[in-house]
């Protein structure tokens, strides 16, 4: 039974403290480039072609000049689709209560999944020469891959987290 102190839970759990997160984490994908890192690469790609396509032209190699003005269109869009799939993010929480899951896409779309934590384990899948590959929530037949887009280092350090907290709530009970 419980003690003579009305705000003890019986269980020994803070009814102020049971929905509070006891992990929370936002992932986002691993970028290579910065806003200058792009205009460097850029800048550097257009004098190389530039110079390139001057001296074909006067050597009578005209048609290097447009294919090497395709080469530059398509580095371009590439590195522009790279920046706009990289405002995607995760979120992961876990509180005494829930995990959440959710995954927004670079277009802002939301994906939410939520586990119990006290019947959720973190899978993972690891290769010794490229680190941890795969860090996956499941819970009876429901399962999530979580930090998909991060590197295998940053994707140890969160299934690291996801896993002492999900310790530390289920000795809670």
């Known amino acids: 039974m419980a003690s003579g102190n009305p705000s003890v839970h019986p269980y020994g759990l803070d009814p102020d403290t049971i929905g509070r997160p006891v992990f ?3 992932i986002r ?12 690469v ?46 995607s993010f995760e979120e992961v929480m876990i509180s005494q209560l829930e995990i959440l899951l959710a995954r927004v896409s670079h277009r802002g779309e939301r994906h939410e999944w939520r586990f119990n934590p006290l019947w959720t384990k973190i899978v993972t899948v690891e290769d010794d020469e ?11 037949r429901q399962q ?7 590197d295998p280092d940053e994707r140890a350090r969160i299934a ?3 896993g002492q907290a999900l310790a530390q709530v289920k000795k809670g009970y």
């Open 24 to 26: 929370s984490a936002t």
């Open 29 to 40: 994908p691993h970028q290579s480039l910065s806003r200058l890192g792009f205009r460097i």
């Open 42 to 87: 850029m800048t550097g790609c257009c004098l190389v072609s530039l110079t390139v396509s001057v001296w074909a032209w006067r050597m009578g190699f005209w048609p290097v000049a447009g294919f090497f003005g395709i080469d530059m269109l398509a580095i371009y869009a590439a590195l522009k689709v790279s920046f706009r799939r990289g405002r």
């Open 144 to 150: 999530a891959l979580v930090a998909r887009d991060a």
């Open 130 to 140: 490229y680190g941890l590959q795969r860090v996956t929530l499941v819970s009876r």
């Open 160 to 162: 690291h987290g996801l």
